[in-house]
């Protein structure tokens, strides 16, 4: 996982940030272009599956490079859990783990060599996507 450095094969996702279905159904793009955006290396992280299904909710976002925490359920649990999740991050990269982000003045940032402008574009649409709707899912 580019977050947490979880290499369990079975838990890993290809994680887009701009989501497929988005781009299926975006009128704006022909076919070549929705291909493109679809396949784009730029367009994803290697995702485990607690961070992909918080990176989709809004739960966690990027912020340009730095992992913000997003919106919340209403559950009394989930703020402990990801704060915990979190203050553990830079404490289970194995030493030299160059395939993660990095923890820098407290916060967790995409590796500069990884973050381009096509990956900004891409998380600022992830990001006004997921700040601009309540995309959590309901607790009924």
Known sequence: CYICGCDMEHMIIGSH?????????NIHYDDA?????ATDGDNGFWLCANHDKMFEYGIIFFN?????????SNEPTDRPYIDYSFKTIGNIYPEG????GEIRDGHFHIRHEHYNENMRDYLE????????ANILPSHK
């Open 125 to 132: 649409k992830h990001k006004r996507r997921v700040t601009s």
């Open 17 to 25: 940030i701009e989501r497929v279905t988005d781009i299926d159904h």
């Open 97 to 100: 783990l160059t395939s993660v």
């Open 64 to 72: 340009d490079s730095i992992l913000q925490i997003g919106r919340l």
């Open 33 to 37: 272009e929705k291909n493109r955006r």
